[in-house]
């Protein structure tokens, strides 16, 4: 079953703060200028809306098998090694820490209803 996430941590923090400079850019210049419509902004407000879909769709923690896969955006799919440990909870919202290697770990979120 695949599940969605949001990745948290330093690079969750970069990546989504990159994404959101798209975004404050964007309603900058739509705002600044004086015609109706602003195409700079309608094409860069376009590709934040692609990467923001991108990173969605592409942001997931699958099980197959006998074996877990975690897909980063920025990252080629890997093969967990070890299961996630559940690092906190609370209602919907479910906070999961995994190390990748001995130099990297992944904190995430994935959002799902009880049941």
């Known amino acids: 079953m695949k599940k969605h996430l949001f990745f948290l941590g330093k690079a969750g923090t970069i990546y989504y703060s990159w994404l959101m400079v798209l975004l404050f850019i964007s309603l900058i210049i739509a705002l600044e200028g004086n015609k109706a419509i602003m195409w700079p902004a309608v094409i860069i407000g376009s590709i934040f809306l692609v990467i ?64």
């Open 52 to 115: 923001a879909i991108y990173t969605f769709l592409c942001s997931y923690i699958k099980e197959e098998k006998n074996s877990l896969l975690l897909k980063l955006p920025y990252k080629k799919k890997v093969v967990l090694t070890q299961k996630p440990q559940k690092v906190a909870s609370w209602h919907a919202f479910h906070i999961y820490h995994v190390e990748l290697s001995k130099y990297e770990a992944v904190n995430y979120m994935i959002i799902q209803k009880k049941g």
